[in-house]
């Protein structure tokens, strides 16, 4: 077997494995999360998988209890299927009702145990109105 | 090399001053982004850097098309110069985006769509002069860099569309934000106006770079060339 062909050979092996996982990988990491009514629609399929939901924060819902340093919130993509999150650490600044969030974490019974929350924000940019009054005091409230 | 053109001076005064110019309107005359405050600021730069990115990969993309077609070295020179700038901007990109990241995200990084397209992007052209760097032929090293140039370009339009073709934590195109068919950018004026001006800047100071860059990678070619053609005494070349 000349040289040249045993090249063509081991590249081509090389680059299908190459190919193979990265199709498979990319397979996988396309869906960045899945939303509430994917999750509810085939529970088992997710049953002790590490994954991530991507969906509104239901406005209302919201429970801080600073004293555990707990999060605890209802999310939805269609106000129709609600998914209970449970979420252990300090409240992201971000953080508001109706805000799109990515939690990663455990689906436990019906209650998502949310190891890490990531706050979407939206690709609307305002400015308040009242902005010129008083910079200081516009500081403060965007910090509470 | 000849000594350097009045307009490289006006152009290297022009750029400084549009940057500097660009970052007082953005700190004072600019009002705070209602929902993220004063953190959204990063915009400014990482936006225009962004558009600078592609811009540069742009220039690369049509020289090493012009490369491959005529066979002229001044085109693989500028690809060059275009290719090093680019991927200054493109690391710019990609720290100023994890900088801002955490603040609103609450992560540097994840692995989305939007955040790995850009990170191959740049992997690319670090792979494109690892190229360069290990073909001793110089017009060898011109082509094979051309076809890589313009296969590593093709990533850009998958960057862009990511975020629609995707599920990703970044958010979709606020500049090109279409409603009912007609492009409306999703911001308003007071924040709009100074992120063009940004933008103009930064492609300002990518072109003050670009010819400054050349005109080294010109005089790079001229020396090796003295030195293949005057091989110093004794040597064995």
Same mark, same amino acid.
């Given at each position: ?10 590249g ?18 396309t ?6 009514? *994917? ?6 399929d ?30 939805? *993509? ?5 998914i ?61 | ?15 400084l001053?549009?940057?500097?110019g660009?970052?007082l ?27 600078? @990115?592609?811009l ?17 070295l ?25 900088f801002?990241?955490?603040p609103? &995200? ?12 850009t ?22 090293e ?15 339009p ?6 629609? &073709? &995707? ?6 195109? @606020? ?7 007609a ?11 100074p ?8 492609a ?5 770079l ?5 005109r ?5 070619? @001229? ?15």
């Amino acid at each position: 077997m000349k040289t040249r062909t045993k090249f063509v050979i081991g590249g081509l092996v090389i680059f299908s494995t190459l190919a193979a996982i990265s199709i498979q990988g990319l397979q996988e990491a396309t869906v960045f999360f899945y939303t509430p009514q *994917e999750v509810l629609a085939a529970p088992a399929d997710f049953e002790n998988k590490t994954i991530r939901i991507g969906a509104l924060v239901q406005p209302g819902s919201v429970e801080w209890n600073a004293r555990q340093i707990q999060l605890a919130f209802k999310v939805t *993509e269609d106000s129709k299927h609600f998914i209970p999150v449970v979420y252990q650490g300090v409240k992201p600044d971000m953080f508001r009702e109706g805000q799109g969030v990515v939690v990663e974490g455990k689906m436990q019974g019906e209650v998502f145990r949310a190891q890490q929350l990531l706050v979407k924000h939206s690709e609307d940019y305002t400015v308040d109105p009242e902005h010129q009054k008083s910079k200081e005091a516009y500081y403060q409230s965007l910090s509470q | 090399m000849p000594e350097t053109p009045r307009y490289f001076r006006a152009l290297e005064w022009g750029a400084l001053l549009a940057l500097l110019g660009c970052g007082l309107w953005v700190f004072l005359g600019t009002p705070v982004e209602s929902s993220q405050g004063f953190v959204q600021k990063i915009m400014y730069l990482h936006v225009p850097s962004v558009i600078t @990115t592609y811009l540069a990969f742009f220039v690369v993309f049509v020289t090493s098309i012009a490369y491959l077609w005529k066979r002229d070295l001044k085109f693989d020179r500028i690809a060059k110069s275009s290719a090093e700038i680019g991927l200054v901007f493109c690391t710019m990109v990609l720290t100023t985006g994890m900088f801002w990241g955490k603040p609103t &995200w609450g992560t540097y990084w994840v692995w989305d769509a939007r955040l790995t397209t850009t990170l191959l992007l740049f992997l690319i052209f670090v792979g494109y002069f690892v190229l360069r760097m290990s073909v001793p032929d110089r017009d060898k090293e011109a082509r094979l860099a051309s076809v890589l140039g313009v296969i590593g370009v093709l990533d850009i339009p998958i960057i862009h569309k990511s975020v629609e &073709w &995707w599920r990703t934590l970044h958010q979709p195109s @606020t500049l090109f934000k279409t409603e009912a068919g007609a492009a409306k950018p999703s911001m308003p004026p007071e924040l709009l106006y100074p992120l063009f001006a940004c933008m103009l800047a930064m492609a300002l100071f990518y072109g003050y770079l670009l010819l400054m860059r050349y005109r080294v990678e010109c005089g790079d070619d @001229t020396i090796q060339e003295h030195i293949a053609n005057h091989p110093p005494e004794g040597s064995r070349a």
